[in-house]
């Protein structure tokens, strides 16, 4: 016989099998771990961005001179010391050898003014060359999130994949801006996150920013007066702008519906009180309870007056002194600037219900 069969052998093999697979089975655990975290993400090196560059150099057909004039701007030591991105001086090697880009980095130096252009179409032509296309967008879109065109800038940066743009920290962080400040809080939390996957990594005014609109989008309700009042700001800004397209009528209509579903659930909420305290009166407590073993006497005639609740859409309501009393609730429970924002909608209400009446 053999000795693995000896007593007390098997118990042996048994633990020493058992602790070989918990130990394989911890080692796939930690390895499903790192991946798990592993950020998705990673900041292009110096060296790869400045092979990708001499790559689309050798391709252009680019002068001599302009091409150590695009060396020369991408070497820049004050560019660097100016704390100018990867980014920006990619771009100033591009405009070096490509006039389009040069004509769109004057542009940029300076504010929004009628006639700029801020839809690129030539980046769409497939001759364009990667690098070019990628780098021009994501600055143009910085661009257009720093002037307040946040639908243009999300346009923009929408078109952009992280792993194909030499500052993916920069793509994240204005990607997640314009997002916010579009009242999209969704894209924005996903965009926040991504970013903050190497947030020890990230420039200081990127990590102080974000650590701020994540506390801003943990606090931002849907539907909440916050959440409409921001859409409206957004209309203003959008108005400003001179839009006044179907996209701002769209965003008008969602806010003009979700203040009547505001107020609808206020003044239900109202009634509610209302009938609960005139049924507490009209219906005291007994002062002597009936027998059991009696019949209830009816002396009611048992009639119901029939009321008239008419046919106009505004027959429900609620009268000025309750009116009143929702939005003092109002005003208990949120800063005053949302009672105004409702009385002036309640004001706006009248007075058409006044043009409308015959």
Known sequence: MSRCFAPRRPMNCC???AIALTLLALSAQR???DVAFEPSWSQPSADA???QLQDYLDRS??????QSAAHAAWQDDDRRASGDSALDRVIAALAAVDPRVAELQQQWRGPFAPGDVTWISWLDEPETD???RSAVRLAHGRWLVQQTLYDEAARELEQLAVAEVVDPASLLFYRMAAYQQLVRPDEARAALVQLLEREQSLPRRFQQLAQLVRRDLATLDDESLDHISRRMSDIERRLDLGHAGPRVQGVERGVLESLDKMIEDLEKQAQQQQQSSQGSQSNPAPSKPMEDSRIAELKAPGKVDKRDVGNTPGWGDLPPKQREQALQEIGREYPAQ??????QYFREL???KTTDTP
């Open 15 to 17: 633990t020493a099998i």
């Open 31 to 33: 390895s499903l771990a």
């Open 49 to 51: 961005v400045s092979a």
């Open 61 to 66: 057909g680019a002068t001599p001179q302009a």
């Open 130 to 132: 990667p690098l070019v």
């Open 338 to 343: 949302y009672r105004e924002l409702i009385d």
């Open 350 to 352: 009248a007075a058409e």
